[in-house]
């Protein structure tokens, strides 16, 4: 399948994609707070209710997977990859190998993964991926961003970004500022868009094909430890002036990340990016992980007979989102 022929597939009106490529030490900790035990099977049977929930892919044009379930199958047999391939689903694949501290620059992250890179995406592509996933994140402080990591980080996803379109994979370039702080929203505006000034600037010094990569930002929102709740309207306001100021016309997708929102939270300001658009030239969706997973993991608890009440409530969320990639969520629908 051709580049664009992808992008295509995961921009459908009204969908939106699934972030399930938690890594081992990020799923168990979810896994701890709703008392499921770590294991390789709790792992496989978790996935597969997600990807194997029905109608799904009414909502849902992609799923980003960790490796190991590119090789894991459903209770019936098959493999997750196919599962969702049956249903025009995009299969994705987390690429990058997670964050390290930045020497010399602590407490600053780089995230790694460059190495071998080219091998792994032609195996992945023959495994059925058609899209993958690397994420860089930034914290705010007082002394933090740095502009070296900014740099380190943009260079590293334009690298990354070219050998997927090399493999035949679009890349998803998912810069995050994360919400840890007490910061205001305008300071998260600010990070966020010298982040995203930074990332295009490396992009097009790398010739990464605009047109056949898709973006997962934050939204610009203050810090969790804050107390400051704007309400949607402003958040999405904030949010489509840094990406105007700093994302080409030439990308065809923003694909946001919840990042630690409530999932009613990250639905409505999706809602509201997507009522106030005004004239983006870009898609507006999700790609979230916690804000469609959160509380249908709570319902399952690793229980088999919570399977199906586990995965109505993951259609209902997937639903809610897809809505509000259109404009036209409404917080009654939570209830319905
Ligand atoms: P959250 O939606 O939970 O932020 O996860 C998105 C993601 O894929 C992080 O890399």
Same mark, same amino acid.
């Given at each position: +399948?051709?580049? @664009?022929?992808?992008? /295509? ?7 939106? =994609? ?46 980003? =997977? ?7 199958? #459903? $209770? ?53 991926? #058609? ?22 980080? %943009? ?9 997927? $379109?090399?493999?035949?994979? !679009? ?7 994360? +919400? *840890?702080? *007490? ?7 600010? !990070? ?11 992009? #097009? ?5 605009? /047109? ?12 969790? @430890?804050?107390?400051?709740?704007? @309400? ?38 999706? @809602?509201? =990016? ?22 249908? +993991? ?26 509000? %990639?259109?404009?036209?969520? *409404?917080?009654? +629908? /939570?209830?319905?």
């Amino acid at each position: +399948m051709s580049l @664009d022929s992808t992008i /295509e597939n995961l921009l459908r009106k009204g969908h939106g =994609l699934l972030a399930a490529d938690e890594s081992l030490t990020t799923l168990h900790k979810r896994f701890a707070a709703n008392g499921i035990e770590p294991t390789t099977e709790n792992r496989r049977a978790w996935r597969d209710l997600l990807v194997s929930t029905p109608g799904i892919s009414q909502f849902i044009s992609g799923v980003i =997977l960790y490796e190991e379930t590119l090789e894991q199958r #459903t $209770q019936e047999g098959e493999l997750i990859p196919q599962t969702l391939a049956h249903s025009g689903i995009e299969v994705g694949i987390k690429v990058d190998h997670g964050t390290k501290s930045f020497a010399g620059h602590a407490p600053e992250l780089l995230t790694e993964g460059l190495d071998g890179l080219r091998e792994r995406l032609v195996h992945f592509h023959d495994l059925g991926a #058609t899209f993958a996933k690397w994420r860089a994140v930034y914290s705010i402080t007082k002394s933090t961003p740095t502009q070296v990591t900014l740099i380190e980080n %943009a260079r590293t996803l334009a690298r990354y970004a070219l050998s997927c $379109q090399e493999a035949g994979l !679009v890349p998803i370039v998912e810069p995050e500022v994360l +919400m *840890d702080g *007490d910061h205001d929203q305008a300071t998260c505006a600010i !990070v966020s868009e010298a982040v995203l000034h930074s990332v295009f600037e490396a992009l #097009t010094f790398y010739k990464v094909k605009l /047109e056949t990569l898709l973006l997962k930002p934050n939204m610009v929102l203050p810090g969790q @430890d804050s107390k400051l709740h704007p @309400d949607p309207g402003t958040t999405a306001q904030e949010t489509l002036s840094i990406l105007r100021r700093s994302v080409p016309a030439a990308v065809p997708g923003i694909c946001f990340l919840s990042g630690g929102q409530s999932e009613t939270g990250a639905t409505a300001n999706l @809602d509201a =990016l997507n009522r106030i658009n005004g004239n983006a030239p870009w898609a507006l969706s999700f790609s979230f992980a916690r804000a469609l997973q959160n509380s249908a +993991m709570h319902i399952w608890s690793g229980k088999p007979e919570k399977r199906i009440e586990a995965q109505t409530q993951f259609s209902h969320r997937a639903q809610l989102n897809s809505l509000a %990639a259109q404009g036209l969520y *409404d917080v009654h +629908m /939570e209830a319905t």
